[in-house]
């Protein structure tokens, strides 16, 4: 600990005598200080031990003592030691009593006791300090560092959670607790999960320092990893501000716990080819050479049901964001998942079914949806630049290439419909009607049925309504033509009115579809 006034009293060497404010004398001294100015306190940062001869100071005139000394307190002096036999014999009693009245410990520095000695033992015993806490500083490094080689994140944490006297965590990309030590200290992190939120959109490396939840302690929080956006963020709650020895236990966790977080950008660019490599085998109808080429990298998603996702957007932080959230859901719950960049605006990604990556990926999506919603057309980007996800059905390595075309298909109506992400089970659950809302199908219907909605508006028949009730009841002449209140004569008219105006032929089955759909098209518009 760093020297005191208490400890500089009972140096053997120094004969120091206390004289007023006996009862703080535990303050730490940051520095011994000689001057003789009426006024030092201009030249004070604070935590001085103040020596003097007043050579300069009137110490027996109260009022003037008063003013000395209550300068002296609000500079943040800690004491003030006063050599007799110089130019006073003894202490002034205005002196000793404004001492005593302001709390300013008052030390008597006997004529034998030269200043510098006070200053050299203050020096020694900062230096001694400073060299125990570097010491502790590397003892605890040492430590920090066996413990991340032997147990990983979780011994990392729990030592240096001993090592500062209090408690640690460690948080994800996403800003979810990954693990804390000790394990009561888990609440109190998760409370802190907004404070990390925060941090993370600060550029890297950053920290802060929070009040705990109710006052409880004072954290440390501190972002990790080299990139422009960190991996995870630690968290280091004490009851005080941290000394020398902890605070070199903390930077020596942030750099360890950045190396386990952070993988070198060889081994992930390495990781990130195999990735791709992998895909692609699936996707060419490979799945054993993919298994091969995988290894033990992804564990089991290649033999289990997994999911296709396919992302895109000409916004690389959303499309990051989405790679973020699924790689820390997976990773928090024991998951292999397979995440591959295919170009600057597009990712795909295998996670196994029902998992929660999925999940995670679900409520991203829900997430981003809302915030689209909230933001005014005036604030909204270009469709270009906004997140579409197409998720496959279930599927397994031998149909890899069927779900990545349904991730695409459920991408493309994503797309259209203006939505986030759209699953391929709700397409095939669904209505094909849905999927008419498009400005093309429109613009194909509008013109097909055109030549019949003219000549209705002639006044001349109702074509179009005709032609309506005798494809829904399947060109059954009586039904439809009871539909309408008509001759079934009359309605056989109209129908070759159609065939003449349109030039197609009722009787081919794929005309009467394209008259269907551009009817249902026509009608969905209205």
């Known amino acids: 600990m760093p020297p005191t006034l208490a400890s500089l009293v009972h140096h053997s060497a120094l004969k120091l005598t206390v004289r007023a404010g006996e009862d703080r004398l535990d303050v730490p001294v940051r520095w011994a200080h000689v001057s003789e100015l009426a006024d030092p306190v201009p030249y004070m940062e604070g935590g001085e031990l103040l020596l003097t001869t007043a050579l300069k100071l009137d110490a027996e005139d109260a009022k003037a003592m008063r003013r000395y000394v209550k300068r002296l307190v609000g500079a943040g002096v800690v004491g003030l030691g006063f050599a007799v036999g110089v130019n006073y014999d003894e202490i002034p009693k205005a002196l000793v009593d404004t001492a005593g009245e302001e709390g300013l410990p008052l030390l008597e520095v006997p004529r034998r006791t030269p200043f510098i000695a006070i200053s050299k033992a203050v020096s020694a015993a900062i230096a001694a300090d400073q060299y125990r806490s570097v010491t502790a500083g590397f ?46 200290a888990g609440r109190r992190a998760a409370r802190l999960t907004a404070d990390v939120e925060r941090l993370r959109d600060r550029p890297a490396p950053a920290s802060s320092v929070v009040g705990g939840p109710d006052n409880e302690d004072r954290v440390e929080l501190h972002t990790l990893g080299t990139g422009r956006r960190p991996r995870a963020a630690l968290a280091v709650g004490t009851e005080s501000a941290l000394g020398t020895a902890e605070r070199y236990a903390v930077h020596s966790a942030i750099a360890l716990l950045t190396l386990t977080t952070e993988r070198s950008r060889s081994l992930q660019a390495a990781q990130e080819r195999i990735g791709a490599a992998v895909l692609r085998m699936l996707l060419a109808g490979q799945p054993d050479h993919a298994r091969a080429v995988a290894g033990d990298l992804y564990g089991g998603l290649l033999d289990a049901p997994f999911r296709i996702i396919v992302g895109e957007s000409a916004d690389g932080e959303l499309l990051d964001g989405l790679a973020e959230v699924v790689e820390s859901a997976a990773a928090r719950s024991g998951e292999a998942v397979l995440v591959v960049a295919e170009g600057p605006e597009r990712l795909v990604v295998l996670a196994v079914d029902g998992g929660a990556a999925v999940e995670a990926c679900g409520e991203y999506a829900a997430t981003t949806e809302a915030e689209r919603a909230s933001s005014t057309a005036g604030e909204r980007t270009g ?7 197409g998720l496959s059905a279930p599927a397994g390595p031998i149909a890899a290439a069927a779900a990545y075309k349904q991730a695409e298909q459920a991408l493309s109506v994503a797309r259209r419909r203006g939505r986030v992400l759209v699953e391929h089970e709700q397409l095939a659950a669904g209505s094909v009607l849905p999927l008419l ?31 309506r009730a005798w494809l829904s009841r399947h060109g059954q002449w009586d039904a439809a033509a009871a539909d ?3 001759h079934r004569h009359t309605l056989r008219y109209r129908m070759r009115r159609v065939e003449e105006i349109l030039g197609r032929s009722l009787d081919d089955p794929d005309v009467r579809m394209e008259l269907w759909l551009a009817l249902k098209a026509t009608a969905a518009a209205e």
Do not use: C, I, M, N
């Open 139 to 184: 003892a605890a490094q040492r430590e920090l560092t066996k413990q991340a080689l032997t147990d990983g994140p979780e011994g990392l944490l729990a030592a240096l959670a001993a090592q500062v006297d209090g408690w640690a965590a460690l948080y994800d990309a996403s800003g979810a607790v990954v693990a804390t030590a000790p394990e009561w």
């Open 383 to 389: 469709d270009e630049d906004e997140l579409v996800v």
């Open 437 to 467: 809302a498009d400005d093309a199908v429109r613009a194909f219907a509008d013109g097909l049925l055109r030549p019949l909605s003219e000549h209705d508006a002639t006044g001349r028949g109702d074509l179009v309504a005709s032609l």
């Open 484 to 486: 309408l209140g008509v």
